[in-house]
């Protein structure tokens, strides 16, 4: 027996849409076992007047404005391999961080 799975994507219309989201990448690098040890993706959902005040200030001085959703998390020590292919789907459309996983870090390997 085999099943069958469909995905499908609604969007709004664009005049109707009053939240903007933001994807955040943290890990944590072992040199001395050349592996990522802690490694978490979250989104960040805000709205027209939140986005505004954080865009006033620097991500690290940014504190707790928006919505925060963890969407992945991992202890488990991964190989910068692992770590560079899936930074790279969580932040599909973003050409400089592929360029840098792929020209940059390969080059320190």
Not at 5 to 29: M, T
Not at 68 to 86: G, N, Q, W, Y
Request: aromatic share 12%.
């Amino acid at each position: 027996m085999t099943e069958s799975i469909s995905f499908a994507k609604s969007f709004p219309q664009k005049d109707r849409i009053d939240v903007r989201a933001s994807r955040y990448l943290h890990a944590v690098y072992d040199p001395s076992r050349s592996k990522i040890i802690h490694f978490d993706g979250a989104l960040r959902i805000y709205t027209d007047k939140e986005i505004e005040d954080r865009l006033q200030v620097h991500v690290r001085k940014a504190g707790k404005a928006g919505l925060r959703r963890k969407v992945f998390r991992t202890d488990h020590p991964i190989d910068r391999e692992a770590f560079s292919l899936i930074a790279q789907a969580f932040f599909i459309w973003n050409e400089d961080l592929a360029t840098y996983f792929r020209e940059i870090l390969s080059r320190d390997a």
